[in-house]
């Protein structure tokens, strides 16, 4: 069954500095996105991404935050200078918009 | 704001027992809905999805949706303690919005 690859499964950064979370979407997939779950708290929303373009993105994803598909097959998100409040799991999805998401193993993320 | 509610739990069943899993949505207009399972520290898996109104079976699970009511439901047959899971339903309001998740409902099957 095609699946969605995230890199690295685990991240420790120290605060203020820049992170790249990689992702490989299934290959026919038109629609990616990338999530966010707070220990305990709900998945977020925070990018989704068409055509070589951000669709639409959350209150989350401010100016720290840029998404970009480099060569046809990656998908990445790149935090700018994280913050401790940055911690998280993320994950990375995508769709052919007839179904549901299918999302990554994704990556925790912690900013110490 | 569009929300996704559903209660937090634990929702406890005994093995073999139904579970019935519950989510609200706020916004009329919702056109497609999910039932996610999370298992702690992973990401969510697709189970069922739903867009009309009525009831959808595969296997032990059945979703049912009830759009006058803005309301969404996921039985679970004959639960195994291998069903031990949060349970997130997710909504998308139209064909280009992002998917919206509920906080979930944490089920523990008790063998």
């Known amino acids: 069954e095609p699946e969605v690859t995230q890199t690295p499964s685990h991240q420790v950064t120290q605060m203020g500095q820049e992170v790249i979370l990689r992702c490989v979407p299934i290959?026919?997939?038109?629609?990616f996105y990338w999530y966010r779950q707070i220990l305990g708290q709900k998945v977020e929303f925070l990018v989704s991404f068409y055509n070589n373009e951000i669709s639409e993105k959350s209150e989350i994803f401010d100016d720290q935050f840029s998404v970009e598909r480099p060569d046809g097959s990656n998908f990445t998100l790149k935090i700018r200078s994280t913050k401790l409040e940055d911690s998280a799991m993320y994950f990375c999805?995508?769709?052919?918009?007839?179904?549901?998401?299918?999302f990554g193993s994704g990556t925790r993320l912690t900013v110490v | 704001q569009k929300e996704v509610e559903q209660n937090s739990g634990p929702l406890s069943v005994p093995e073999g027992a139904i579970a019935s899993l519950n989510c609200t949505y706020s916004d009329r207009v919702s056109q497609s809905f999910f039932w996610y399972r999370q298992y702690s520290g992973k990401s969510p898996e697709l189970i069922m999805s739903i867009y009309s109104n009525g009831d959808k079976e595969d296997g032990r699970f059945t979703a049912q949706l009830n759009k006058a009511s803005q309301y969404v439901s996921l039985l679970i047959r004959d639960s195994q303690p291998s069903d031990s899971a949060t349970y997130l339903c997710?909504?998308?309001?139209?064909?280009?919005?992002?998917?919206?998740f509920g906080k979930g409902t944490r089920l523990s099957v008790i063998a």
């Open positions: 290959s026919n997939h038109l629609y």
């Open positions: 999805a995508s769709s052919d918009h007839i179904g549901g998401y299918t």
């Open positions: 997710a909504v998308i309001l139209s064909g280009n919005t992002p998917l919206v």
